[in-house]
């Protein structure tokens, strides 16, 4: 048997306490919970105003006003990967007025791809509940021959290497690079800081293809500039039904979204955790969500505590086989 790492210790440490706390929510602790919030919350956001992340957490804040008549505050403190939002929640106080709105960047990826993190995403924080789910798209340029995916497999093979596909964010590039290991295929990628400087260069023809989310590729696929092959998820997109998942395709087994989630500083109280979870799953169910999760070609989806930190730690497992696969070294 393997030993033990820290991360899976940590892993087992955290669904036990969660375990554990739910024995807190008695009739003292329903008290506790009652009383919370009484006074503004902030909802730390790791990318910049108007980022996905951004309009997800200021659509569930509205909900959350609503409900509680406290004002929510968005602070967006962007940068490195999601590590100075998330560096900063984890040493905030741990009493649910500091919550971290985020995404599988921070607590799924960072750890493989960085040699050494300001935060812990396990140890530090306290899971609340998932806030949605989105799929990204397989997109070329209108002009490119490809009319499939499979098409698109094909001239890869016939000629290893010359193909390209661009990525501006960590989503982007793992799709691209699990492609590449399922379908067997060699695909140089191309680093970009933005999806959207990707789709630039795409348009451009200084690339062949890539993987990029909705809210960017598909006002471009309407527009009649870019081709869709095909969806990233086991599920076929709202916004795009007549495209076939890259599963439905040929390269079965491939699912690579992405997700949104809310976390609280490690030893926030059992009962303000439970509460907030409540509050931020009825958010999802919103008006000023719904619109968010269309326009975003996203979903609401919801968690339990203890279902996040389990989905956390296989989405975490996911990342990092991939990462590996792909010879990926920590920067």
Known sequence: ????????????????????????????????????????????????????????????GQSVTSDTKQPVVVDNRGGASGMIAAQFVAKAPADGYTVLITTNTTHAANEHLYKKLPYDPVKDFAPVTGLGKGGQVMVVNASAPYKSVGELLAAARKSPGKLSFGSGSSSSRMAGELLKQLAGVDILHVPYKSNPLAITDLLGGQIDMMI??????????????????????????????????????????????????????????????????????????????KSFYDIAGSEPWTTTPQELSQFQAA?????????????????
Not at 266 to 285: C, D, K, Q, W
Not at 318 to 325: E, H, L, Y
């Open 1 to 60: 048997m393997k030993p033990s790492t820290p991360l899976a210790r940590g892993r087992r440490s955290l669904l036990l306490a969660g375990t554990a706390a739910l024995a807190l929510l008695g009739p003292c602790g329903a008290a506790f919970a009652q009383a919370y919030p009484a006074k503004p919350i902030t909802f730390v956001v790791p990318f910049a105003a108007g980022s996905a992340t951004d309009q997800l957490a200021r659509a569930v």
């Open 212 to 289: 990029t989310d909705t809210s960017t590729g598909v006002p471009q696929i309407k527009s009649g500039k870019l081709r869709a092959l095909g969806y990233s998820t086991q599920k076929r997109s709202t916004q795009l039904p007549d495209v076939p998942t890259i599963d439905e395709a040929g390269v079965k087994g491939y699912d690579m979204g992405y997700w949104f989630a809310a976390y609280v500083p490690a030893g926030t109280p059992a009962p303000v955790v439970a509460r907030l979870n409540e509050l931020l799953v009825h958010a999802t169910r919103s008006a000023a969500a």
């Open 315 to 331: 989405e975490t497992q996911k990342w990092g086989r991939v990462i590996k696969a792909a010879g990926i070294e920590p920067e």
